[in-house]
Every structure is written in C-alpha cells, then in structure tokens.
C-alpha cells in the first residue's frame, strides 16, 4: 500500500520551513557591497535557519554520529563499500529519468550501461563493475533538473533533519521521491518500514564514511553554519553544470576569482619574494 | 523519503570533500620541491603532485615534523597574503596593517593544524593533471587535475588558481569539485565578522582560541 503522505516529505518542509520564516528575516543591508554580499549569500532566511541547522547539529551528536560509530565498528570494510555500491544502484532509475529530462545523452547511456553492468555482473549492484571498467557513477536530481530548464534556487533553507538545501532544490527532492521507481517498488513491497531502512542505511553509512572530516571541519571552523552554507551553493552550482571542467570545458568552469581586493593593490612589497618557479617565456 | 536520505548525504558532501581535497591540494604543493625549469603551468602542478605522492608514502615523520614542513612550503608556494586579504573580504579594506599581519599568522596556523595530519591518508593515492586553461598573457591560469584512490577510485577534482606574477606562479585558491576555498573561507570569515559588528580584535581572539584548543587537542592525542 502506497503511502502518499511519506512521498513528498522533503517538499512538505519546504513550505513548512518557508511557512515558520515569516518573521524570521535578516536585516536587508542598504550599503551597495554590503547588499551585493547579502544576495549572494541568498539567505535572508538565516535566523531561522541557523536555529535548525544547530537542532540538526545536536541530532548528529545525539543521534547520527554514534550511530555511524557503531556501524563502522561492527560492519566490516568491505561489507560497507558493498551496501555503499547498492544503494547506488538502486538510484540508477530516477538518475536516468533526470538525466534524460536535461537532454544529457550521454550520461543517461552511462546510467543505463552501469545499472545493467552492474545488477547482472556485480551481484545485484553490490560490486562496482562498471567503476572497473571505466563508467563511473554520477548524481543527477530533480533540483539540477528544475535549474538546467531555468530555475532559480530561491532563498537557502536549512532543512530539519535533512540539512542544507534550498526552495528548489527541496521541490526537486518532493518531486524524485514520486517519480523515483525504485522508492514506489520499496513502498509497495515492503511498506514504510522498507523506506525507512533504505534512508537510515543510506544517511549512516554516508556518516560512518565521513566520520573524521566532519569532526575535524567542525573543529577547526570558526561558523560551521557560513562555511556549509557556502560549500552547498558552491558545490550544487557545480553539481548543475556537471562537473564539465573534467572535460576541460572551460565554460564549465566557474569564473576566476579576482584577488586584489581594489584599496590594496598598490601594496606591491609582499610579492617581492620568489613565489613559485620560474615562468617561461611565452 | 529515501531521495531525500540522498539528498542530506550529497548535501552535506562537500565539507568532507572539501577538507580532503584542501589537504590533497596543499600537501602536494607543499611536500614538492620547488620545481624549477618547470614549463608550463600543468607542469608546476604535475611535478607538484608527483613528488608529493612519492614522498607521502613514509609515515615516519612526526606530528611535528608533518607541521612544520607544511608551514615552511605553505610560505613558499602559496600567495598568502592576497589570499589572506581575499578571505576577509570588505572588511580586508577597513583593516590595519598590525590586524591584516596577526590574521595571517592565525589563518595560516588554522591550516596547518587543520590539515597537515591528514595527509598521511593520502598515501598510495594518484594524481594526474588534466589541462590547463587561460591564455599566454593572462593574469590567472586555471590547472584541472583528478585524485585518485590506488583503486582507480575517484577521490576529487581539484581546479587549481595559479597568480602568474611577473616570473613566477603562486597558488592562490584550490577548488575541490568545483567549491572554492578561497570562497568558503571569505564566506565563514565574513559571516563571522558581520556578526560582530566587524571587529576584527574579536576575530583574531577567536581565532586564537581556536588554535590552543586544536594544538591542545593534538598534544593531547599524542
């Protein structure tokens, strides 16, 4: 039995999280660089959105973190890395059906090929065959999806439970969990229950494989809410033109960054020293 | 439900990514040599990554020794006063000679306990260099690059920012598939700042701060 009120979680949140927001805004900088700052950072929801990002924060240390502990420390390496390449198979289904509705060919034939590849030859996905051989695995949503036909992100949203995201992007996530074939089969078979197990084996794992570098970014950051918030814009703007740059083509690159900041450009002296090697003649 | 398990997992992705590849970007500047007669731009990074692979494999240095290598090549490879100026952005402007001097310091401290321990992990990984982009003449160069576990596993996609000032380069932002740290810096550092009204005094206690309780966590751990 389908349950319709489990699908769109994620999209329920949004309008949710945008619903608590009234009220809840930064202040709109009238100086020129200090409102072209405010834009970029597309955030004026971010009072509310610090409170939940340190509930999720608290629920990590409660809850996720041991949790990831525990199943590192029970579940062998290999084991791990095999339930890591199932359930990236399982989400070969709605990585096509996006790739397709962004018009990449190529990548949709990759998603193809790796599924097949890898439920026939690895053991129903568990083994990464087609990585081996040279086709390995991408993301694609529904969020990337909505923005190659033009969307804008809206404003960033921490969500609860589920982290950084934005307006679209939340859409986007309401919006695979209908199309998504495999999520609709697990709902079928196996009920909520199946569902839930699939989100929790996925969400530990993902910990239990980062456990460090979240400790030690954490750490060592002196506003762990800005550096997410920057890394999730950086990374989905990336994300959205498809790490075309490994291609080498130079438009999906971002643009370069201009690093004098302007009043100080006169301040020559600290380049004197030699900084690298030689450049040669060109 | 399941999508958005995905989801909250490549949300979050980017920070460990981020981390991973800042110090695979900083280790293999810094462990290599200074690369003299280099030729091109790819040549720098690539001769960079190589001997920094090559010389990663012993774990026998100290916590110390580990630290004080990736300072001394920090200095020598990596533009770190523009960058400094960059990741405090406006206020870099506002800010006196003595602040912009006791930033670098801390800042670049912050790094090196950040990330020289973890460079240990990186053994046995490859580094290739893919391309470069820019013109002859162009202030910036751009060098693609891949790190990839022995398996053939890929473990990020680093875009390096090389400053062509007069005769040399200078690293000035690493991007870990595609987020820049430069970036991710100005955008912590200045949120923080904002939050205190821009004063930088509260930043750079802060920041001392920050770097006690890190060094004390690492004597600790010893």
């Known amino acids: ?282 | 439900m399941n999508r958005s398990a995905h989801r909250s997992r490549r949300a979050s992705a980017p920070l460990p990514r981020l981390l991973h590849a800042a110090c695979a970007g900083l280790l293999l500047v810094l462990l290599a040599a200074p690369a003299r007669g280099a030729e091109t731009a790819v040549a720098f990074i690539s001769g960079l990554g190589d001997t920094a692979i090559r010389e990663l494999a012993p774990n026998d240095i100290t916590p110390a020794q580990r630290e004080t290598k990736f300072r001394e090549l920090l200095h020598a490879n990596f533009d770190m006063p523009r960058i400094t100026r960059f990741v405090l952005g406006r206020y870099a402007r506002r800010a006196s000679d003595a602040d912009l001097k006791a930033f670098q310091t801390l800042y670049e401290e912050l790094a090196v306990l950040t990330y020289a321990q973890m460079f240990a992990s990186y053994a046995g990984h490859v580094f290739k260099v893919t391309k470069q982009l820019g013109a002859p003449g162009d202030k910036y160069i751009m060098v693609v690059s891949e790190l990839s576990e022995a398996s053939g596993k890929l473990a990020a996609r680093l875009d390096w920012q090389l400053l062509v000032d007069r005769d040399r380069y200078a690293v000035v932002d690493v991007r870990v598939e595609g987020v820049s740290m430069a970036i991710a810096q100005r955008d912590e550092f200045t949120a923080f700042l904002d939050k205190n009204g821009g004063n930088m005094a509260a930043l750079l206690k802060e920041l001392d701060r920050k770097v006690k309780k890190l060094r004390d966590g690492r004597a600790a751990a010893k």
């Not at chain 1, 929790?200 to 800005?226: G, K, M, P």
């Open chain 1, 1 to 282: 039995m389908r349950e319709p009120g489990a699908v769109g979680a994620r999209g329920v949140l949004t309008v949710l999280a945008l619903a608590l927001a009234l009220g809840a805004c930064a202040t709109r900088p009238t100086d020129p660089e200090e409102l072209a700052h405010y834009r970029e950072l597309n955030d004026p929801l971010e009072p509310m959105n610090r409170v939940i990002f340190q509930f999720n924060e608290v629920a990590d240390k409660v809850v996720l973190r041991p949790l990831a502990i525990g199943y590192r420390a029970i579940v062998p390496r290999g084991v791990r890395s095999g339930i890591r390449n199932f359930l990236n198979n399982l989400e070969a289904p709605v990585v096509l059906l996006n790739d397709l509705l962004q018009g990449e060919g190529l990548r949709a034939r990759d998603t193809v090929g790796r599924f097949m590849t890898n439920t026939i030859l690895g053991l129903g996905g568990v083994i990464d065959v087609a990585r081996d051989a040279g086709i390995p695995y991408h993301d694609e949503d529904f969020g990337q999806t909505l923005a190659v036909w033009g969307a804008g992100p809206g404003p960033y949203l921490v969500l609860p439970l589920y982290g950084p995201s934005n307006v679209r992007d939340g859409i986007g996530d309401g919006v695979d969990a209908l199309i998504d074939p495999v999520a609709l089969y697990i709902r079928e078979e196996y009920g909520l229950e199946g569902s839930a197990v699939r989100y929790t084996v996925d969400t530990v794992d993902w910990r239990a494989a980062n456990l460090e570098i979240i400790d030690d970014l954490r750490r060592s950051s002196i506003d762990f809410y800005a550096a997410t918030r920057s890394a999730y814009r950086q990374q989905r703007s990336n994300e959205i033109r498809n790490g075309r740059a490994a291609q080498g083509d130079p438009d999906a690159l971002p643009p370069m960054i201009e690093f004098d900041v302007p009043d100080n450009i006169g301040e020559r002296e600290t380049y004197d020293e030699p900084l690298g090697p030689p450049v040669p003649p060109r």
